[in-house]
Nanobody, 115 residues
Framework: QVHLVESGGGLVQPGGSLRLSCAVS????????MGWYRQAPGKQRELVAT???????NYADSVKGRFTISRDDAKNTVSVQMNNLKPEDTAVYYC?????????WGQGTQVTVSS
């Protein structure tokens, strides 16, 4: 059984920073893609950023230059450093693991950007 547990969400003022982390437990094939999606109220879930086992990254245009994704395969974790946060970044952020034909999701962590 694979489980993903996010941490690090919270309330931050515009221009502030947060770091989200996700720990993956269970047996996982070592070649995979890990990342983050988000869903704002009334909107569809959307890509934030992903990183492959080989280190290739993909970012949503809206977060390029502000967010940085990283992974630690020894610890089975993926993190995203979010800088210069904007009110439009407010959403529930979900950790995702894509391996072979399976996709696993975390429960989500709330990020609220407000003054």
């Amino acid at each position: 059984q694979v489980h993903l547990v996010e941490s690090g969400g919270g309330l931050v003022q515009p221009g502030g920073s947060l770091r989200l982390s996700c720990a993956v437990s269970g047996t996982v094939f070592r070649i995979n893609t890990m990342g983050w999606y988000r869903q704002a109220p009334g909107k569809q879930r959307e890509l934030v950023a992903t990183v492959t086992t080989g280190g290739s990254t993909n970012y949503a245009d809206s977060v390029k230059g502000r967010f940085t994704i990283s992974r630690d395969d020894a610890k089975n974790t993926v993190s995203v450093q979010m800088n210069n946060l904007k009110p439009e970044d407010t959403a529930v952020y979900y950790c995702v693991l894509k391996v072979l034909l399976q996709t696993y999701w975390g429960q989500g962590t709330q990020v609220t950007v407000s003054s």
